[in-house]
């Protein structure tokens, strides 16, 4: 068997492996529409459901009508029944979910406000050469800053413990 043999083989095994990986997501999003979609028939509320893949979970959003008691203070609702989703899912498949709940758009827009502000941190820790503690933010708000800040070329990190944990941006 030559260099180039191997190198085929292991493509092809990725290959497969890719596609596996990727219809457990699908699954994994059909399941979590399947329950929310009787949880809006249950709490009798309009809304439609798209499913996609991003990056190595599953994502659902529910859009339409006025859900925003689905989404509730600061998304508080939203975290629960994103929770409550993945057990739905872990219970049919076995297999732990990273399941990724979006409700009219909350996260986001969420998504966008944490960019600007983890911009804005850089800048300010940059220019100081000091660290700054940001508020306390859920586990989806702060793995967005850290990306952020990543991709800035700064480094993070979370401190507290939850609910009250937060993320510190590093000076170089």
Not at 60 to 73: F, M
Request: aromatic share 2%; no cysteine.
């Amino acid at each position: 068997m030559t260099t180039q043999d191997v190198s085929e083989t292991v493509a092809e095994a990725a290959e497969v492996t890719d596609e596996a990986r990727l219809k457990l997501l699908e699954q994994e999003g059909d399941i979590a529409a399947d329950y929310l979609e009787e949880l809006l028939d249950i709490a009798d509320l309009d809304g439609d459901l798209d499913m996609d893949v991003e990056g190595d979970r599953a994502a659902v959003s529910i859009v339409g009508g006025d859900l925003q008691q689905l989404v509730g203070r600061h998304g508080e609702v939203l975290d629960a029944l994103q929770e409550l989703t993945r057990l739905a899912v872990y219970r049919e498949t076995g297999e732990r979910s990273r399941l990724m709940l979006d409700i009219g758009g909350y996260r986001a827009d969420r998504r966008s406000t944490l960019m600007a502000l983890a911009e804005e941190t850089v800048a300010k820790v940059k220019e100081s050469g000091a660290p700054v503690s940001l508020k306390p933010m859920s586990p989806f708000e702060r793995k967005v800053v850290h990306d952020a800040v990543a991709a800035a070329g700064l480094t993070s990190e979370s401190s507290g413990v939850e609910p009250r944990r937060y993320v510190v941006v590093l000076p170089d």
